[in-house]
């Protein structure tokens, strides 16, 4: 791969890993606020012990493994992304005709 196209890549990821981070922070800031709330809710449902109040405990902790999911998977993005930056510096450095 000449020179030029692996920093063109290089360039590429990295901008989808700062993408990717920023939704992950994000992501993580939005999963705070549903556990908070899926907390109280819980709370709710064992004091109150009405169906209402399950029931809204249940959405609750819905939303929070969803966040809990894309967290996981935006995760894992940004672990492949840093892998894939790290090898085309690898392949950039090595190709590198000035390194002694």
């Given amino acids: 791969m000449s020179r030029v196209l692996i920093e063109r890549r290089l ?3 990295a901008q989808r890993l700062k993408r990717a981070r920023e939704e992950l922070a994000l992501i993580e800031e939005q999963l705070a606020v549903f556990t908070d709330a899926a907390e109280d809710a819980r ?3 064992l004091v ?3 169906p209402l109040a399950h029931r809204e405990y249940t959405d609750a902790a ?3 493994d969803a966040m809990e ?4 998977s935006v995760a894992d993005e940004v672990a492949e992304l840093q892998v894939t930056q790290d090898e085309l510096l690898d392949r950039l450095i090595s190709d590198d005709p000035g390194r002694s």
């Fill in 48 to 50: 109150s012990e009405t």
């Fill in 69 to 72: 999911r894309s967290r996981r």
């Fill in 11 to 13: 360039f590429d990821v």
């Fill in 43 to 45: 709370i709710r449902s």
């Fill in 62 to 64: 819905r939303h929070v």
